[in-house]
């Protein structure tokens, strides 16, 4: 099958249940396996972007989520199956503390761009002050040097958000763009991020069963979409 709508791939999320956004092990199940190249980087239109501008449309139309969930690349995954996904997922992944405050940090905020719940998390990049003086420029290069021994334990912010999302903790509610003077649309779209209780409703992600019991379910369908793939092929897809 092809893709040549936003209806298409929401179709596909409907039937399969999970769509990943890239190509892996195996074969056909990605939506870039599925893209014709006209609609995967379209070269006559740079204001449009072909399966990139779906994105958000889909997240909001299709009542699914979205998210790093497929080893650590993107992934549409339906709500018939997300919150069996998700009581998983967060009962196999351990939160850092730097974990945990991003986290706590979203959920107090409820929906946060990337750049602003970075910014938040104390990651934004401070101002470059020009200085002059030698001295004052040696002490500040030794204080760079303490600073990052200090730091050098923290875990980088990507690394963070895509751990959570991979959890099942974060997902991606929207993509946002920049627009110039001339109202000409720049750059890729941002990333809002939000808990899955927040964007589909704590009632929709309750399960009352234990976290087998999901992984359960969840490979049986798998294996019954796939019954060609191999064990571990579909154990990733859960894991």
């Known amino acids: 099958m ?3 709508s936003k209806e ?8 399969w249940g999970f769509l990943p956004f890239f190509a892996d092990s195996i074969p056909g199940f990605s939506l870039e396996e599925m893209t014709p190249p006209e609609l ?3 070269e006559d239109d740079l204001s449009d972007m072909g399966v990139w501008d779906y994105k958000t449309d889909i997240i909001l139309e299709a009542d699914c989520a979205y998210g790093k969930f497929y080893k650590k690349k993107a ?16 009962s196999k992944y351990t939160l850092t503390p730097n974990e945990l405050s991003i986290l706590g940090v979203l959920k107090e905020h409820h929906s946060l761009l990337s750049k602003e719940l970075k910014k938040l ?12 003086n030698p001295i004052d420029r040696i002490l500040l290069e030794e204080n760079k040097i303490s600073h990052k021994r200090v730091k050098s334990d923290k875990e980088s912010f990507d690394t963070a958000i895509t751990r959570l999302q ?5 997902v991606s509610a929207a993509f946002e763009y ?3 003077k001339q109202g000409k649309r ?16 704590e009632e929709r992600m309750l399960i009352n069963y234990d976290a087998q019991l999901s992984y359960q379910k969840l490979y049986s369908h798998l294996r019954n979409l796939f019954p060609f793939a191999q064990e571990e092929q579909i154990k990733q897809i859960i894991d």
């Open 178 to 180: 920049n627009y110039d």
């Open 8 to 15: 298409d791939i929401e179709r596909q999320i409907i039937e």
């Open 2 to 4: 092809l893709i040549h």
């Open 40 to 42: 995967w980087f379209p």
């Open 166 to 170: 991979m959890a099942g903790y974060i």
């Open 121 to 132: 998390c104390g990651y934004a990049a401070k101002k470059t002050i020009r200085i002059t």
């Open 186 to 201: 720049y750059g890729w779209g941002v990333a809002r991020y939000c808990t899955p209780e927040d964007f589909f409703g």
């Open 75 to 90: 992934c549409f995954i339906s709500m018939d199956w997300f919150p069996d996904f998700v009581n998983y997922r967060r």
